[in-house]
């Protein structure tokens, strides 16, 4: 079923406030067909509806796994809070702060991890971890800006993913739609907490 003619998992107006649709003032070939208009500043925008569709898809994707196999991956600050609480709840693996290199190709490693997916916060940032799945033969899903590259990624999340609202909201979503694929959540259940409270705290540079 196509996104025009189903509900959205949150509000519409729920991904303009917490930014998710705003993406920067580059737009890669791919990442076009995601774009909504550009703003009068130069700002790409995004269709939120094409994002929701996405969301709505991986959810789903990620809901076929054990979640013990499944990695969660940020470098990015704003991500790290969100990834952990969304591990916690779900129960994979959260994989926050610098990524050891081998930590998907290296047995030997201390912090080696053998998921059966990879979801990453940046394709830019989280670099070293989508390389080593691709190298292995992981499937990768990306929380992809405007900007980025999608060499190997394998699903695509069209989605503002420097923000810290919209680094929350992704997660709580997310979260929430695998948990209520799984039973552990009742089709209309929310999750016990707000997407507030998902939220890293702000860095003052």
Known sequence: MSAQVRE?????????????????????RYMRQFVHRILPEGYYQLDYLKTDERLAMAA??????????????????????????????????AITGRIIPGTFTNPNLEHYVEPDVVVVTD???????????????????????????????????????????????????????????KGVLKPDEDLDVSYEEFMARKVFK
Not at 74 to 84: A, F, L, N, T
Not at 156 to 171: C, E, F, H, T
């Open 8 to 28: 959205t998992l949150v509000p519409s107006e729920l991904y303009r406030k917490a930014g998710v649709i705003y993406g920067t003032q580059i737009c890669t």
């Open 60 to 93: 789903k994707f990620l809901s076929m796994f054990d979640p013990e196999k499944i990695a969660v991956v940020s470098v990015r600050i704003y991500g790290q809070k969100p990834v952990r609480m969304m591990c916690e709840r779900v129960g994979c693996k």
């Open 123 to 181: 394709p830019r940032m989280d670099r070293q971890a989508v390389l080593e799945a691709s190298k292995v033969g992981i499937p990768v899903v990306a929380l992809v800006d405007t900007d980025n590259s999608i060499e190997n990624i394998d699903f695509v999340i069209p989605a503002n993913n420097r923000g810290r609202r919209s680094l929350a909201l992704i997660y709580w979503i997310l979260t929430r739609e695998i948990l209520r694929r």
